[in-house]
Protein backbone atom coordinates (compact mmCIF):
# COMPACT_ATOMS: atom_id res chain seq x y z
CA UNK A 1 0.00 0.00 0.00
CA UNK A 2 1.79 3.38 -1.32
CA UNK A 3 1.42 6.80 1.07
CA UNK A 4 -1.04 7.97 -1.88
CA UNK A 5 -3.30 5.29 -1.11
CA UNK A 6 -2.96 5.61 2.04
CA UNK A 7 -4.05 9.25 2.33
CA UNK A 8 -7.08 8.42 -0.31
CA UNK A 9 -8.26 5.28 1.96
CA UNK A 10 -8.55 8.28 4.67
CA UNK A 11 -10.50 10.57 2.52
CA UNK A 12 -13.16 7.65 1.80
CA UNK A 13 -13.29 7.68 5.47
CA UNK A 14 -13.72 11.07 5.99
CA UNK A 15 -16.28 11.11 3.16
CA UNK A 16 -18.51 8.66 5.29
CA UNK A 17 -17.98 10.70 8.55
CA UNK A 18 -19.52 13.68 5.91
CA UNK A 19 -22.76 11.47 5.28
CA UNK A 20 -23.51 10.60 8.48
CA UNK A 21 -23.00 14.46 9.33
CA UNK A 22 -19.68 14.42 10.97
CA UNK A 23 -16.43 16.39 10.00
CA UNK A 24 -14.52 15.62 7.04
CA UNK A 25 -11.52 14.29 9.49
CA UNK A 26 -10.78 10.56 8.01
CA UNK A 27 -8.17 7.97 9.27
CA UNK A 28 -7.01 4.68 8.42
CA UNK A 29 -4.03 2.33 10.42
CA UNK A 30 -2.31 -0.34 8.01
CA UNK A 31 -0.19 -3.09 9.73
CA UNK A 32 1.77 -3.48 6.83
CA UNK A 33 -0.52 -3.77 3.94
CA UNK A 34 -3.74 -4.82 6.47
CA UNK A 35 -6.42 -2.46 7.11
CA UNK A 36 -6.61 -2.70 11.07
CA UNK A 37 -8.42 0.40 12.22
CA UNK A 38 -10.26 2.67 10.44
CA UNK A 39 -12.16 6.12 11.70
CA UNK A 40 -13.79 9.04 10.86
CA UNK A 41 -14.02 12.27 13.26
CA UNK A 42 -17.43 12.05 15.70
CA UNK A 43 -18.66 15.56 16.95
CA UNK A 44 -22.27 15.08 17.21
CA UNK A 45 -21.78 13.02 20.49
CA UNK A 46 -21.51 15.82 22.23
CA UNK A 47 -17.78 15.87 22.51
CA UNK A 48 -15.28 15.82 19.83
CA UNK A 49 -13.77 12.68 19.36
CA UNK A 50 -10.43 12.45 16.45
CA UNK A 51 -10.63 10.10 13.95
CA UNK A 52 -6.53 9.00 13.92
CA UNK A 53 -7.48 8.25 18.11
CA UNK A 54 -10.32 6.27 17.31
CA UNK A 55 -8.39 4.26 14.40
CA UNK A 56 -5.69 3.87 16.81
CA UNK A 57 -8.03 2.25 19.62
CA UNK A 58 -8.90 0.01 17.44
CA UNK A 59 -5.54 -0.84 16.97
CA UNK A 60 -4.50 -0.69 20.27
CA UNK A 61 -7.38 -3.36 21.39
CA UNK A 62 -6.27 -5.50 18.46
CA UNK A 63 -2.63 -5.53 19.50
CA UNK A 64 -3.82 -6.73 23.25
CA UNK A 65 -5.09 -9.75 21.56
CA UNK A 66 -2.36 -10.18 19.25
CA UNK A 67 0.23 -9.97 22.25
CA UNK A 68 -2.03 -13.19 23.61
CA UNK A 69 -1.75 -15.18 21.07
CA UNK A 70 2.32 -13.95 20.49
CA UNK A 71 2.01 -12.82 16.93
CA UNK A 72 4.91 -10.85 15.52
CA UNK A 73 3.78 -7.31 14.45
CA UNK A 74 4.87 -5.64 11.12
CA UNK A 75 4.99 -2.21 11.01
CA UNK A 76 1.97 0.17 11.60
CA UNK A 77 1.50 3.32 9.35
CA UNK A 78 -1.48 5.61 9.87
CA UNK A 79 -2.48 7.79 7.31
CA UNK A 80 -5.22 11.16 8.12
CA UNK A 81 -6.70 13.41 5.48
CA UNK A 82 -5.64 16.26 7.81
CA UNK A 83 -2.29 16.75 9.58
CA UNK A 84 -2.58 14.75 13.04
CA UNK A 85 -2.18 16.95 16.52
CA UNK A 86 -0.56 17.02 19.29
CA UNK A 87 -2.81 14.08 20.95
CA UNK A 88 -3.34 11.83 18.36
CA UNK A 89 1.26 12.41 17.64
CA UNK A 90 1.17 11.34 20.93
CA UNK A 91 -1.09 8.19 20.72
CA UNK A 92 0.54 7.24 17.76
CA UNK A 93 4.03 6.87 19.37
CA UNK A 94 2.99 5.51 22.20
CA UNK A 95 1.25 2.63 19.88
CA UNK A 96 4.39 2.34 18.01
CA UNK A 97 3.57 4.25 14.53
CA UNK A 98 6.41 4.25 12.51
CA UNK A 99 4.95 6.42 9.76
CA UNK A 100 2.39 8.85 8.94
CA UNK A 101 1.22 10.31 5.97
CA UNK A 102 -1.65 13.24 5.63
CA UNK A 103 -3.10 15.32 3.38
CA UNK A 104 -3.73 18.84 4.49
CA UNK A 105 -1.22 20.63 6.76
CA UNK A 106 -3.63 22.17 10.03
CA UNK A 107 -1.44 25.13 10.86
CA UNK A 108 -2.71 26.01 13.79
CA UNK A 109 -2.92 22.76 15.66
CA UNK A 110 -0.60 20.71 13.52
CA UNK A 111 2.36 18.50 15.38
CA UNK A 112 4.36 17.50 11.78
CA UNK A 113 6.58 20.09 13.25
CA UNK A 114 6.99 18.95 16.55
CA UNK A 115 7.44 15.34 15.56
CA UNK A 116 10.48 16.61 13.34
CA UNK A 117 12.25 18.35 15.94
CA UNK A 118 11.54 15.73 19.07
CA UNK A 119 14.46 14.10 20.84
CA UNK A 120 13.70 11.85 23.77
CA UNK A 121 14.83 12.15 26.65
CA UNK A 122 17.91 9.71 28.65
CA UNK A 123 16.57 6.33 28.51
CA UNK A 124 13.81 6.96 26.39
CA UNK A 125 15.38 5.67 23.23
CA UNK A 126 12.32 3.22 22.36
CA UNK A 127 9.64 6.29 22.52
CA UNK A 128 10.18 7.69 19.11
CA UNK A 129 8.21 10.20 16.97
CA UNK A 130 6.76 8.79 13.71
CA UNK A 131 8.15 9.88 10.02
CA UNK A 132 5.77 12.44 9.38
CA UNK A 133 4.75 13.10 5.49
CA UNK A 134 1.89 15.60 4.55
CA UNK A 135 0.48 17.43 1.22
CA UNK A 136 -0.56 14.19 -0.14
CA UNK A 137 -3.56 15.09 -2.30
CA UNK A 138 -3.64 18.30 -0.08
CA UNK A 139 -6.35 20.13 -1.84
CA UNK A 140 -8.32 17.32 -2.87
CA UNK A 141 -8.83 17.08 1.25
CA UNK A 142 -9.27 20.79 1.19
CA UNK A 143 -12.06 20.15 -0.98
CA UNK A 144 -13.46 17.73 1.58
CA UNK A 145 -13.90 20.89 4.05
CA UNK A 146 -15.13 23.52 1.55
CA UNK A 147 -18.01 20.76 0.62
CA UNK A 148 -17.99 20.29 4.33
CA UNK A 149 -18.54 24.40 5.27
CA UNK A 150 -21.44 24.80 2.09
CA UNK A 151 -23.72 22.87 4.41
CA UNK A 152 -22.24 22.83 8.05
CA UNK A 153 -24.45 24.44 11.03
CA UNK A 154 -22.10 28.16 12.01
CA UNK A 155 -20.38 27.51 15.01
CA UNK A 156 -17.18 27.13 16.03
CA UNK A 157 -15.89 23.58 14.39
CA UNK A 158 -17.25 25.71 10.90
CA UNK A 159 -15.35 28.30 11.72
CA UNK A 160 -12.26 26.26 12.39
CA UNK A 161 -13.27 23.99 9.59
CA UNK A 162 -13.40 27.33 6.82
CA UNK A 163 -9.60 28.10 8.18
CA UNK A 164 -8.74 24.78 6.31
CA UNK A 165 -11.33 25.32 3.41
CA UNK A 166 -9.13 29.07 2.60
CA UNK A 167 -5.98 27.86 3.77
CA UNK A 168 -6.17 30.76 6.18
Not at 76 to 101: D, F, H, Q, T, W
Amino acid sequence: MTPDEMVVAAMEVAEEGMRNGELPIGAVVFEGDELVGRAFTRDSVGRLMHADLLAMRQVDERKRDAKAGGRPRAVLRLAVNLEPCLMCLGAAMSLGVKEIYYGLSSPGDGAAGIARSWEPGVGMGWYRAPEMHGGIRAEEVRGQFRRYCASAAEGPLKSWANTLANGT
